[in-house]
């Protein structure tokens, strides 16, 4: 099994940058991706950005060149560096692994808030 702990949101203004975290534990060798999503209320939930095992990345067409996924495999932990937000970034963000290729659990959430 895999758990996720995530960490980092908070509020900042219109052209701030946050960075959220995402600690996994328990069988890390299982994850062949990880990805971060997003909610806002009254939303859908969306995939934000993802990083496959081997490195591959994926990002939104709305935050392409704004937000930034990377990995520490030294502490298991994923990143989101996010840049420039905006209030449609305002959302609670979620982390999500893939488990040998099939949805895994979710982290708890975190709050992100974006004034203007």
């Known amino acids: 099994q895999v758990q996720l702990v995530e960490s980092g949101g908070g509020s900042v203004q219109s052209g701030g940058s946050l960075r959220l975290s995402c600690a996994a534990s328990?069988?890390?060798?299982?994850?062949?991706?990880t990805g971060w999503y997003r909610q806002a209320p009254g939303k859908q939930r969306e995939m934000v950005a993802r990083?496959?095992?081997?490195?591959?990345?994926y990002y939104a067409a709305s935050v392409e060149g704004r937000f930034a996924i990377s990995r520490d495999n030294a502490k298991n932990t994923v990143y989101l560096q996010m840049n420039d937000l905006n209030p449609e970034d305002a959302a609670v963000y979620y982390c999500n692994v893939e488990i040998w290729g099939l949805g895994g659990p979710w982290g708890q959430g975190t709050q992100v808030t974006v004034s203007s």
């Open positions: 328990g069988n890390i060798a299982s994850i062949t991706a």
């Open positions: 990083i496959a095992k081997g490195g591959k990345t």
